[in-house]
């Protein structure tokens, strides 16, 4: 399953709405993870189930979508959300992760 | 709260074996997905393999000939046997630990918990 994002990387300032999208070669229901990378550290996952936010990770983040199309949208960002995030599905193996989204400030 | 650390040699020599080990502290290795993740310098992330901590393995085709996972709960260690090197397969390697959620009370086999890396590099 072939996962694809848009765009690779935007621009935007402290307090802007950002919306992230993920595309599946094919349907994988649910089974959708977020994470966040920052330079030189390990990922972190922001999200799962589509939507449900993992411990610890700000409600300005939330996502949504189902079957092949999906969103992670940040409310409004914030200094520390300036990352590349990744979509990755695992609905089956092998788990496989979009090619990421990095987020730079404007 | 569980961590992981990876270990092995930075430089290995093409055609030869690379070998990584995942240390777990803090942690149960039962009832978890372990798996191993790798990033290509500058590039995206891709999934080696998972071993269940019931013995059951399944690896990415793209690698499956040359890949084997072990998993040894009674020292807390996780490991990645990769064969025949190429320079293709210079990248930092990631050990994780699959999600475990509270909320829906499931063991999910995408990764939760990392280790912070290991780069590895193939050269002569």
């Known amino acids: 399953i072939q996962m694809t994002q848009s765009p690779s990387s935007l621009s935007a300032s402290v307090g802007d709405r950002v919306t992230i999208t993920c595309r599946a070669s094919?349907?994988?229901?649910?089974?959708l993870a977020w994470y966040q990378q920052k330079p030189g550290k390990a990922p972190k996952i922001m999200l799962y189930d589509v939507s449900r936010l993992e411990s610890g990770v700000p409600s300005r983040f939330s996502g949504s979508g189902s079957g092949t199309e999906f969103t992670l949208t940040i409310s409004s960002l914030q200094p520390e959300d300036f990352a590349t995030y990744y979509c990755q599905h695992y609905y089956t193996t092998p788990l496989t992760f979009g090619g990421g989204t990095k987020v730079e400030i404007k | 709260q569980v961590r992981l650390q990876e270990s092995g040699p930075g430089l290995v020599k093409p055609s030869a074996t690379l070998s990584l080990t995942c240390s777990v502290s803090d942690a149960s290795m039962n009832n978890f997905y372990w798996s191993w993740i790798r990033q290509s310098p500058g590039k995206g992330l891709e999934w080696i393999g998972y071993?269940?901590?019931?013995?059951?393995?399944n690896y990415n085709p793209s690698l499956n000939s040359r890949v084997t996972l072990s998993l040894d709960t009674s020292k807390s260690l996780f490991s990645l046997r990769l064969t025949s090197v190429t320079a293709a397969d210079t990248a930092v390697y990631f050990c994780?630990?699959?999600?475990?959620?509270?909320?829906?009370?499931?063991?999910?086999?995408?990764?939760?918990?990392w280790g912070q890396g290991i780069l590895v590099t193939v050269s002569s």
């Open positions: 094919q349907g994988i229901s649910n089974d």
């Open positions: 071993f269940y901590y019931t013995g059951t393995t």
């Open positions: 994780a630990r699959g999600l475990y959620s509270a909320a829906t009370g499931h063991f999910y086999a995408t990764p939760g918990v």
